[in-house]
T-cell receptor
């Protein structure tokens, strides 16, 4: 069985500062990894995902995440955050050989960007 | 042209009632899901259907019954509502089980 741990429940940061949201996972099989973002009172949107290939994946709005198999981590980073990045961020995994698409989510990290 | 839509957006009801939440996707996806987000924002999958066939049924009370009349719809019926059912319920869909899941806006259920 897989599990996901997001190490920080809240991350306050000033605008234009760098940020890292940490995610560790546990699995005995190969996994796909995802970061989803949830803006207030909205559904989840995919930010980026790792399926295979390059371990560094990027989103269109400046976020990136690196898959580190030895440390079983998939931390999310952004070099300079904006007020509009304030949201809840969820890390998730799914078993790559599964035929169900079942996503296992972490507890979420609230990113609070202050002016 | 909403991709994944849910109705109603808000649902306030009394304990013991039966209610339904509807989900529709116009993306042509084959797979649809229901997730529950509790008051601590923890998300957990409940059900998944692929081409109208149930493929995931997590340890959910049998008061919850999903119904997929066609590939574009996955409705959630809840019998005998309890206080603990209060949560936000999200519907999602994807082309296949490996592809990105697209989420609806959520239905906020409050059981009094």
């Amino acid at each position: 069985a897989q599990s996901v741990t997001q190490l920080d429940s809240q991350v306050p940061v000033f605008e234009e500062a760098p940020v890292e949201l940490r995610c560790n996972y546990s699995s005995s099989v190969s996994v796909y990894l995802f970061w989803y973002v949830q803006y207030p009172n909205q559904g989840l949107q995919l930010l980026l995902k790792y399926l295979s290939g390059s371990t560094l994946v990027e989103s269109i709005n400046g976020f990136e995440a690196e898959f580190n198999k030895s440390q079983t981590s998939f931390h999310l980073r952004k070099p300079s955050v904006h007020i509009s990045d304030t949201a809840e961020y969820f890390c998730a995994v799914s078993e790559s050989s599964s035929n169900t698409g079942k996503l296992i989510f972490g507890q979420g990290t609230t990113l609070q960007v202050k002016p | 042209d909403t991709a994944v839509s849910q109705t109603p957006k808000y649902l306030v009801t009394q304990m013991g009632n039966d209610k339904s939440i509807k989900c529709e996707q116009n993306l042509g996806h084959d797979t649809m899901y229901w997730y529950k987000q509790d008051s601590k924002k923890f998300l957990k999958i409940m059900f998944s259907y692929n081409n109208k066939e149930l493929i995931i049924n997590e340890t959910v009370p049998n008061r919850f019954s999903p119904k997929s009349p066609d590939k574009a719809h996955l409705n959630l019926h809840i019998n005998s509502l309890e206080l603990g059912d209060s949560a936000v319920y999200f519907c999602a869909s994807s082309w296949t089980v490996e592809e990105t899941q697209y989420f609806g806006p959520g239905t906020r259920l409050l059981v009094l």
